[in-house]
């Protein structure tokens, strides 16, 4: 499974490498525009200003990359040159930003139905190459040729049905590879469905957190914010 891909690197002299982070979100068809103009308010005022914070003292990567069900990647590196730093902050904001809406408008165009989150993971850890925090801005449930997270007739709350659906991931598309990586999700909602009780949100914490650590990885955060993201 392979996303768009846009990575922003800003190329400070700082030793010792950049720090790696990696934002996932659900766009085009994976979500109502009203939540993607949620998660875009995440990025601009609780995830980018925190991140633009780190520019002063190391180097940062970033890369962003929407949830969709279409197999398309064009790699496009943005750069700053060794400049004045807070006018480098200034600049991975809005860059970040931009790179969003066109994300947001490519997505549009070319998707189709789903919110294949485990793909998008699958993904994220081909690209990484030491380790990195990786945020997930998405409402958690999977609805893709996998699984169907918005079926509360799964009986997710049960241990063996969530290991059930681990191995048919690992059957059909191999898990993702995450280790060494920090994996955040945020903007964690019921969605619209009335079938998306409690008990059914709370069984899709557990199966997220299995999948993380059995891909050798680690939940970090949970939660509707990414304030509940110890990395940032």
Not at 53 to 72: D, G, H, S, Y
Not at 136 to 163: C, I, P, T, W
Request: glycine share 8%; hydrophobic share 40%; proline share 5%.
């Amino acid at each position: 499974m392979t996303a768009w891909l846009l990575s922003l690197a800003l190329n400070l002299p700082f030793l010792g490498g950049p720090q790696e982070y990696q934002i996932l979100v659900a766009l085009g068809c994976s979500a109502p525009r009203h939540v993607q103009n949620g998660y875009r308010e995440m990025l601009a005022h609780e995830v980018l200003p925190r991140l633009a914070e780190k520019v002063t003292t190391t180097q940062v990567r970033l890369t962003l990359a929407p949830i969709t069900a279409r197999v398309l990647e064009t790699p496009n590196p943005l750069s700053t040159p060794r400049f004045q730093l807070e006018e480098a902050k200034k600049t991975f904001q809005k860059e970040a930003l931009r790179t969003f809406d066109e994300l947001r408008k490519r997505a549009a165009a070319e998707c189709s139905r789903g919110t294949e989150i485990i793909g998008a993971l699958k993904a994220a850890g081909e690209r990484a190459r030491k380790p990195g925090r990786i945020l997930v801005l998405a409402h958690g449930f999977e609805q893709s040729e996998l699984m169907n997270l918005y079926d509360y007739r799964l009986k997710l709350e049960k241990r063996e049905v969530r290991q059930g659906l681990l191995q048919r991931v690992k059957a059909r598309l191999g898990l993702p590879n995450l280790k060494d990586q920090e994996v955040c999700i945020a903007g964690i909602t019921a969605g619209n469905d009335n079938n998306a009780n409690a008990r059914l949100t709370t069984s899709i914490k557990a199966f997220w957190e299995e999948l993380i650590q059995a891909s050798g990885g680690r939940l970090v955060g949970y939660g509707t914010t990414p304030r509940v993201c110890p990395f940032l």
